[in-house]
């Protein structure tokens, strides 16, 4: 059993920051990589960022250049350093977790990012 929690979500203005941190606690031994996805009313969910154990990132091209992931590997913590906020990043943002030998992602419940006026 694999269990995400999602913290650090929150209302900000265009402009502002936000740090959102999900930890990855149970049936874990190794984990090959963590990440975001986001999803917006009406929308589909896509991904936003993506980190291997090894620290190799990829990113949307809607957030290059002003997030930032990382891992704490000790921790089995993913961070998502959002600076730079824009309306179009209102939305929920679901963290998740791919143990080695497995396909399947373990995902959170979500935390909400609202970003306006």
């Known amino acids: 059993q694999v269990q995400l929690v999602e913290s650090g979500g929150g209302s900000v203005q265009p402009g502002g920051t936000l740090r959102l941190s999900c930890a990855a606690s149970?049936?874990?031994?190794?984990?090959?990589?963590m990440g975001w996805y986001h999803q917006a009313p009406g929308k589909e969910r896509e991904l936003v960022a993506t980190?291997?154990?090894?620290?190799?990132?990829n990113y949307a091209d809607s957030v290059k250049g002003r997030f930032t992931i990382s891992m704490d590997n000790a921790k089995n913590t993913v961070y998502l350093q959002m600076n730079s906020l824009k309306p179009e990043d209102t939305a929920v943002y679901y963290c998740?977790?791919?143990?080695?030998?497995?396909?399947?992602?373990?995902w959170g419940k979500g935390t909400l990012v609202t970003v306006s006026s």
């Open positions: 998740y977790v791919t143990i080695t030998y497995y396909a399947m992602k373990y």
């Open positions: 149970g049936s874990i031994f190794s984990i090959n990589a």
């Open positions: 980190i291997t154990s090894g620290g190799s990132a």
